[in-house]
């Protein structure tokens, strides 16, 4: 059995042991486990002189022939390389740990199996499988700290030439939420706007990231914390509908009221609200300052200390119930809003 933790995963993809035949990559940041399946590809592949034949299937297609996989790792191929299948569970109620326990009972000689899947609960059976063999492993994949989604927009505007300014650092990390997918695109389109620049400062940032991930979180949350009942269904019907990451909203949701906590002790003891908004750190977007300014007014210390343990719940429960995640997240936003309504009319 191959154990690893979270924050080894992406060393591991980047050097799998020999031994190691099969990985089932999960869990509810799927930027991040569709980047390491492809990093897994390409990395296998790689020790092969000839390649290996990449074959694609989608656990939805497992319903009228169980025995797929098996025959596909066991075909006897004239040409290329031996086969490595990308299994993708498209569906949690696919029955794919059937499908794929003949290669635990037989297994495999050479690489054959990437599985990319959901969060999946400890004790899951296809998880159980993947744990306790020994020529294979489960790669787990959360979504990303502020640490570590520093570390990699760091690491990519490097590879890029590029240096990133402090103030705009801080402003990316706190806009980009923890989407490892969402945080590549983003860096992609500030690499392009950079162009032959040397180094990416604040207008930059908000110029290429700002509006765009301000409409998918930043917006949403300032509705919910200041009571605007009506947007915030828009948003979150919208959220649903594009596809977005609940998981990563309520997230980020956490880390602006981990921020307002610490303005709101700062105006306990005398400071100027606006002041202080103009010199938060991570900055502030400038749109988004009189909201912020309105939720400091609406919610006092101990309400935003409430407010980050309901959250803080939420988001241990989106991942937990990932089929549930924009109920968990309507719901808990919902409640927010209607505290700060209650607020306003006091």
Request: hydrophobic share 45%; glycine share 8%.
């Amino acid at each position: 059995m191959v154990a690893v933790r979270a924050g080894g995963v992406s060393a591991f993809v980047a050097a799998p042991p020999e031994s190691i035949r099969l990985f089932l990559v999960y869990g509810p940041d799927q930027g991040a486990v569709t980047e390491r399946a492809e990093t897994l590809a390409s990395v296998l592949s790689s020790r092969h002189a000839g390649g290996v034949t990449l074959v694609r299937i989608g656990s939805d297609e497992l319903s009228g022939d169980p025995g797929r996989i098996s025959d596909e790792a066991n075909a006897d191929l004239l040409f290329g390389g031996p086969p490595l299948i990308r299994l993708k569970v498209v569906d949690g109620r696919h029955n794919v740990a059937n499908a794929v326990r003949p290669l635990f009972d037989n297994p495999p000689e050479t690489p054959a199996l990437i599985v990319e899947a959901e969060e999946l609960r400890a004790g899951n059976a296809l998880r159980k499988l993947f744990e306790e063999a020994a020529f294979s492993v489960a790669l787990p994949c959360y979504e990303a700290t502020a640490e570590d989604t520093a570390d990699l927009a760091r690491s990519a505007l490097r590879e890029a030439g590029l240096q990133i300014a402090p103030d705009a650092l801080d402003y990316l990390v706190a806009h980009l939420g923890g989407d490892r997918g969402v945080t590549r695109r983003e860096l992609e389109k500030l690499i392009l706007y950079a162009g032959d620049s040397r180094e990416v400062a604040l207008e930059d940032v908000v110029a290429v990231s700002g509006e765009s991930v301000e409409l998918r979180n930043d917006r949403l949350i300032d509705h919910a914390l200041t009571g605007d009942i009506a947007r915030l269904a828009d948003d979150l019907n919208r959220l649903k509908a594009e596809g977005g990451s609940p998981a990563s909203v309520m997230s980020q949701a956490l880390s602006h009221l981990i921020m307002l906590s610490g303005l709101a002790a700062e105006a306990a003891r005398g400071g100027s609200i606006s002041s202080l908004v103009d010199r938060a750190r991570p900055p502030v977007h400038f749109r988004r300052k009189d909201k912020v300014v309105r939720t400091l007014q609406l919610w006092p210390l101990p309400a935003l200390q409430r407010a980050r343990a309901a959250l803080d719940s939420a988001v241990l429960e989106t991942r937990q119930l990932p089929a549930l995640d924009h109920a968990v997240a309507a719901t808990t936003l919902l409640k927010l809003a209607q505290a700060a309504r209650r607020a306003a009319r006091r």
